[in-house]
């Protein structure tokens, strides 16, 4: 079979941004192993889940002692941004059998969307975008596979002693720095934060949730007051 | 946590994830999101992100604390600043826990 030149050039345009991959694959294989799971649990994990981010905050939870539902609710409330990755490529990963769109679905990361995207809305030509973002998508998974199976590896050489769970704040702090965007969301994190913290006493986490969507109402009123800025987002 | 609640949170947190990912691509044609929800999806990041960093530097051991003595508060300022002019996941690990080591180094007990 020819390899199509679409799957090439995605694998082509994804590698620049394995620098951003490959570091936080790593961290999320050795925060694995620092609260506790062995390796092949913290691989399970890697590749049922793949999404870093909702990883960490199970870490975070698993050592604050949450209840496992609490665990499995923010979890998802961290993923729930795919719905919008998947709305937005959906025209462009079309005619194809569902368990391609499954396979497909299974490995769009935020920098397989942000490869593809970028690339889809600069490229004039006819291409397959389909084969262009499984080039993107399939390079970012195995690089993060392998990453965060050096991580988990590595993971054991981390004394406890260190902190490291003060890491998982911290690349949050990373994350949600990176999502603000203008004042709404600026204001949806404002108030997402402050009511995490005086919410802090509520049992089982529960401020965790509440906080989230009081967040996001407050984002939602923040751009509501100006309706004639729309448009420039 | 036992080894099979640990597994089926693997895959509770897995299949569901897989579901939003999968739900527009799958539905396609058939259904879109409407355009509110699409407007409020846009800030659960930045609220829930905010909602896991905040208590984790205020409460470091479980309770309030605003002291000089918080080094986690402190450290997380810095990290703060890290992260707001690089945005880099990495460098605001590193600094962040460079300054929270150097403060148990010199001012612990």
């Given at each position: 079979?020819?390899?199509?030149?679409?799957?090439?050039?995605?694998?082509?345009?994804?590698?620049?941004?394995?620098?951003?991959?490959?570091?936080?694959?790593?961290?999320?294989?050795?925060?694995?192993?620092?609260?506790?799971?062995?390796?092949w649990e913290?691989m399970g994990m890697s590749v049922i889940?793949?999404?870093?981010?909702?990883?960490?905050?199970?870490?975070?939870?698993?050592?604050?002692?949450?209840?496992?539902?609490?665990?499995?609710?923010?979890?998802?409330?961290?993923?729930?941004?795919?719905?919008?990755?998947?709305?937005?490529?959906?025209?462009?990963?079309?005619?194809?059998?569902?368990?391609?769109?499954?396979?497909?679905?299974?490995?769009?990361?935020?920098?397989?969307?942000?490869?593809?995207?970028?690339?889809?809305?600069?490229?004039?030509?006819?291409?397959?975008?389909?084969?262009?973002?499984?080039?993107?998508?399939?390079?970012?998974?195995?690089?993060?596979?392998?990453?965060?199976?050096?991580?988990?590896?590595?993971?054991?050489?981390?004394?406890?002693?260190?902190?490291?769970?003060?890491?998982?704040?911290?690349?949050?702090?990373?994350?949600?720095?990176?999502?603000?965007?203008?004042?709404?969301?600026?204001?949806?994190?404002?108030?997402?934060?402050?009511?995490?913290?005086?919410?802090?006493?509520?049992?089982?986490?529960?401020?965790?949730?509440?906080?989230?969507?009081?967040?996001?109402?407050?984002?939602?009123?923040?751009?509501?007051?100006?309706?004639?800025?729309?448009?420039?987002? | 946590?036992?080894?099979?609640?640990?597994w089926?949170?693997f895959?509770?947190?897995?299949?569901?994830?897989?579901?939003?990912?999968?739900?527009?691509?799958?539905?396609?044609?058939?259904?879109?999101?409407?355009?509110?929800?699409?407007?409020?999806?846009?800030?659960?990041?930045?609220?829930?992100?905010?909602?896991?960093?905040?208590?984790?530097?205020?409460?470091?051991?479980?309770?309030?604390?605003?002291?000089?003595?918080?080094?986690?508060?402190?450290?997380?300022?810095?990290?703060?600043?890290?992260?707001?002019?690089?945005?880099?996941?990495?460098?605001?690990?590193?600094?962040?826990?460079?300054?929270?080591?150097?403060?148990?180094?010199?001012?612990?007990?």
């Amino acid at each position: 079979m020819k390899i199509k030149k679409e799957f090439v050039q995605g694998i082509q345009g994804a590698l620049p941004i394995l620098i951003g991959v490959i570091p936080f694959a790593m961290i999320s294989g050795v925060a694995a192993v620092s609260v506790g799971l062995n390796f092949w649990e913290a691989m399970g994990m890697s590749v049922i889940v793949f999404a870093g981010a909702s990883q960490l905050v199970v870490f975070q939870l698993m050592t604050a002692g949450s209840p496992w539902i609490i665990m499995v609710l923010t979890a998802w409330v961290i993923n729930v941004r795919f719905t919008m990755y998947s709305a937005t490529l959906a025209p462009y990963l079309q005619k194809l059998s569902t368990w391609r769109k499954a396979l497909l679905a299974y490995m769009l990361s935020d920098q397989a969307f942000g490869v593809s995207l970028s690339h889809f809305l600069a490229t004039k030509e006819e291409i397959d975008h389909r084969w262009y973002y499984f080039g993107a998508a399939l390079l970012i998974w195995v690089t993060w596979q392998v990453s965060a199976m050096a991580g988990a590896l590595l993971g054991s050489l981390v004394p406890a002693s260190w902190g490291f769970d003060f890491a998982f704040p911290l690349s949050f702090m990373a994350l949600m720095f990176s999502a603000l965007r203008d004042r709404p969301t600026v204001a949806a994190a404002l108030t997402g934060g402050l009511t995490a913290v005086l919410a802090k006493g509520l049992p089982y986490n529960t401020g965790l949730v509440l906080a989230t969507f009081l967040g996001i109402a407050a984002g939602y009123w923040v751009e509501s007051l100006k309706p004639h800025q729309k448009a420039a987002q | 946590m036992s080894k099979i609640s640990l597994w089926l949170l693997f895959l509770a947190v897995g299949a569901g994830t897989f579901t939003l990912r999968f739900l527009f691509i799958y539905l396609f044609g058939k259904i879109e999101m409407p355009e509110w929800l699409r407007r409020a999806l846009r800030f659960v990041p930045a609220a829930a992100l905010a909602a896991l960093v905040f208590p984790a530097l205020t409460h470091p051991s479980g309770h309030l604390d605003l002291s000089l003595q918080n080094f986690r508060l402190l450290a997380g300022l810095g990290g703060a600043v890290v992260a707001w002019r690089t945005r880099n996941v990495l460098l605001t690990i590193l600094i962040g826990m460079a300054i929270l080591w150097t403060l148990e180094a010199v001012f612990g007990v």
